[in-house]
Structure formats: structure tokens, C-alpha cells
């Protein structure tokens, strides 16, 4: 899950996503006013072709310098991005201006909760780029994810989101926890459930004023992330209400908030931001775009006290896709452009640089992928780290409302608990919300 706001041109500081996206994240301004179009045009008055970009959260692609490397390998180019922090408040306006074919960017960003339904709907709207990517370079069900029946491929993966659990080592050894990543693994291995008994281990010792956990949001996404299936069954049909994985991921969350082991922020909200800021979590999950956001979030003097370890399950968070409408007044250089930011090379740069892990598999084995490191987590080689969960990642079914489902489970339902809500109470509010949204 990613985020990001929409000025052409700045930097912002956040790290979604996936997907988006996804992910991962950047940097934001405020969420009002631009809604992400506004079309491409030619210039700028230099003679250049003005390709534009409309993203959400923080794709990293300008910030890990792709833009500047494009236009100084193609000098009649100029690429401007315009970026919205939430998904939610991305996504709806991209809809419409599908329903229209009118105000879209040259590329467009499309999280990996809403891919489903843009394939199913749109995809008579974009440029098939499966004339312009190489399909082997790619995981292949990242590939078929942005690929309509027809054989359309309408979007080209950017990241997956490989789930890794996050830790404050200064924080675990005040509360007598190990801190050593392989020991701290084991603490929970093989069961979600074993996670909360740490958070109860942590609770008994922690330092003032902190939880175990930063949201009960990031809890729900990790453990569901590791299930097959979710909120839709193989044919389509929306189950989260009569599946058991998704209630039992809700159970444990709420029981992990009712013990106050989870902070009561909602994720990639401004009062959440601060938590990061404040060291008042000690642990989260963790997907490769998130060190991004913790980088772009904290103080300067908590570099290097992160680690990470390999969580309960393997589990997927995020990834996100580029798209190019055949609207749009530059496609075929569009195109290209899209084509060139999710080629494993600059995969393996981005992740180098903004922690987004490359669905081009073909990037694993690079040196940048390999041997990266993250600021904020020291030595630990978070490219060893990730690859291996990244090939352990359930291939789960992913609906035309995946996003509408786990946003209500998350930000309707689970964080209620926090605020005094019984956890049936909460689940019932999500369904009502979440049902509601479906009929719309």
C-alpha cells in the first residue's frame, strides 16, 4: 500500500503501495484540490515531449533518480509526475476519468487492490504493453495480474511486497526480548498467533508509552497478505464474510487491540506519521516499500536501530502497476518510458534506493538487489532477506473490490477495538460499511 499527493515535479517524503502500489513511499502535500489529471501536453516551450505521470502514495521512481537517467538518455523528453498521498482518493477520480476517456495522465499508477477490476473494465482503455515489456523478465502471476483475457496487458508490475517484520533492537532489548533477527524469527514462526504472545512478552517490559505494534490496520494486512484466499473465491464470488481466514485474521488483530498491544493510528495518516517519528512502536510489518516510509518518517538519530525478520508466514503487502490510456497524447513514448522504469535494472535501482522489490525476477540476482542495504536497518542485507519470501508468496486471488474490502475491515472495522468498540461490534460496523460500498 503506497501514498502520494500530486505536485509535478517535487520531491515528497513518504514510502506506499503497492500497489500499491504499493507500495510501496515518497513524501506528500496535502490530499486537496488536484485529483491526478489533467492530461499530457506537449513542451514546456523547449521543444521537448512532456510525458506525464499520475501516481498515488510513493512509487520512489523520481526520487531514486529514474526521471533525471531517462531524460538525460532521451534529452527531447520531460517527465513530470503529479502524485495523490492516498490510494483511496486516487483511485476514484482515475475511475471516472476512465468512464469519460478524458483528463487522464500519460501514465497512470494502479494498485494491485484495484488491477482486478481496471482489467476487467478498462482495459479496451490502455495501451497493450506487452509490446513493450518482456514478459519473462517478470514474475509470472504478477504478469498475468495486469493482463486482460484478451491478452491486453494493461499494466506492467513495479514491486510486489514481500512481508518481512520490522523491529526497533533497542526496544526489544529494553523489554528483554532477543534481538538477534534469526532468533527473533523464531520467536513467531509458523503462526500469526504466536506474534501476539510476543506483543503480550513486550507489554510486560516495555518502555513508557509505547505498544508492541504500530496499527491494528498493518496487523489485518499482514496476516491476511499470507492467505491464498480473501475476500473473493476462485469464480469471482466476494466471500469475506464465510471465509475463516479473513475472521480469524480479524479476531487476532482485535484481540491484539484489545490487549493494546497495536497503537490506535490509522496507517499513512498524519498522527500515525508521528508514531514513527516519536518511537512509539516497536515492531511492524513490513514490506520492502515501507523502509522508505520509516526512512522519510523518523528522526535522523534512529538510523540503524531497525532490523528486520522473516515473519510468521510468508505473506504479500502491496505492488502496484504502471499503465499507459490510449487517451493520452504521448502513448507510444509513454509507453516506452513505462517499459524502461519496470525493466529489472531499474528495478534493482529503485529497490537500491526506495526499498520497492522487483517483480522482474530477472533483478534478483543483480549486485543492487543483492547486496542492498537500508539506512535505517543498518547491516542487515535486506536483499537476502526479501528474495526468499518474495519466491514463497502465496498466488492469491485478487478481486474487482479488493481494495473497497480491506480498507472497511481496516479503517471501519479493527481500529474501533482501539477505540472502546467490542471486537463484534467493530466487525459488524466493517460489514456494514463494506457492503454498502459494494452496492454503490
Known amino acids: 500500500m503506497r501514498a502520494r499527493t500530486r505536485i509535478a515535479r517535487k520531491a515528497l517524503v513518504l514510502a506506499a503501495v503497492a500497489s500499491l502500489g504499493t507500495g510501496l513511499l515518497a513524501g506528500c502535500a496535502d490530499d486537496g484540490g488536484d485529483d491526478g489529471s489533467g492530461g499530457s501536453s506537449d513542451g514546456g516551450g523547449k521543444g521537448k515531449t512532456k510525458i506525464t505521470l499520475g501516481l498515488f502514495g510513493s512509487f520512489g521512481l523520481e526520487e531514486a533518480g529514474l526521471y533525471k537517467e531517462y531524460e538525460k538518455l532521451h534529452p527531447d523528453i520531460d517527465i513530470q509526475q503529479t502524485v495523490i498521498e492516498r490510494n483511496e482518493n486516487y483511485y476514484p477520480p482515475l475511475v471516472n476519468h476512465l468512464t469519460t476517456n478524458s483528463g487522464l495522465q500519460d501514465i497512470q499508477g494502479i494498485e494491485v487492490g484495484n488491477i482486478a477490476e481496471v482489467v476487467e473494465k478498462y482495459s479496451d482503455k490502455f495501451v497493450d504493453l506487452s509490446k513493450y515489456g518482456k514478459e519473462s523478465d517478470y514474475l509470472p502471476w504478477k504478469w498475468q495480474q495486469g493482463t486482460a483475457k484478451s491478452g491486453t496487458t494493461v499494466g506492467l508490475g513495479t514491486d510486489v511486497g514481500p512481508m518481512a517484520i520490522c523491529y526497533r533492537k533497542d526496544m526489544f532489548q529494553a523489554a528483554g526480548l532477543p534481538t538477534d533477527r534469526e532468533q527473533v524469527g523464531k520467536l513467531w514462526a509458523g503462526d500469526w498467533a504466536k506474534l501476539i504472545e510476543v506483543g503480550k512478552q513486550y507489554k510486560a517490559k516495555a518502555p513508557k508509552d509505547t505498544t508492541f505494534l504500530d496499527s491494528p490496520g498493518g496487523l489485518f494486512n499482514a496476516i491476511i497478505g499470507s492467505e491464498k484466499e480473501r475476500f473473493y473465491d476462485a469464480s469471482g464470488k466476494v466471500v469475506y464474510k464465510t471465509n475463516p481466514a479473513v475472521k480469524r485474521a480479524f479476531d487476532l488483530t482485535a484481540e491484539a487491540a484489545e490487549d493494546k498491544l497495536v ?178
Open 263 to 440: 497503537g490506535n493510528q490509522t496507517q499513512f495518516q498524519q498522527a500515525w506519521d508521528t508514531t514513527i517519528a516519536n518511537s512509539k512502536f516497536a515492531a511492524m510489518a513490513c514490506p520492502p516499500w515501507m523502509l522508505g516510509y520509516i526512512e522519510g518518517k523518523s528522526k535522523p538519530e534512529n538510523a540503524g536501530k531497525w532490523d528486520l525478520a522473516v515473519p510468521p508466514k510468508a505473506a504479500n503487502w502491496g505492488g502496484s502497476f504502471l499503465s499507459v490510456p490510449k487517451s493520452g497524447k504521448n502513448a507510444e513514448e509513454a509507453a516506452k518510458l513505462a517499459a524502461w522504469l519496470t525493466a529489472p535494472e531499474q528495478q534493482a535501482k529503485l529497490f537500491a534506493k526506495r526499498g520497492s522489490f522487483p517483480t522482474a525476477q530477472a533483478a534478483y540476482d543483480l549486485p543492487l538487489v543483492k547486496d542492498a542495504k537500508n539506512k535505517m536497518t543498518g547491516d542487515a542485507p535486506i536483499g537476502q532477506i526479501y528474495a526468499p519470501l518474495a519466491k514463497e508468496l502465496p498466488v492469491q486471488v485478487v478481486g474487482a473490490k479488493d481494495q473497497i474490502i480491506q480498507q472497511g475491515l481496516t479503517d471501519n472495522g479493527v481500529i474501533l477495538v482501539t477505540q472502546g468498540k467490542s471486537p463484534k461490534d467493530a466487525w459488524d460496523n466493517a460489514v456494514k460499511t463494506i457492503d454498502n460500498n459494494l452496492e454503490k
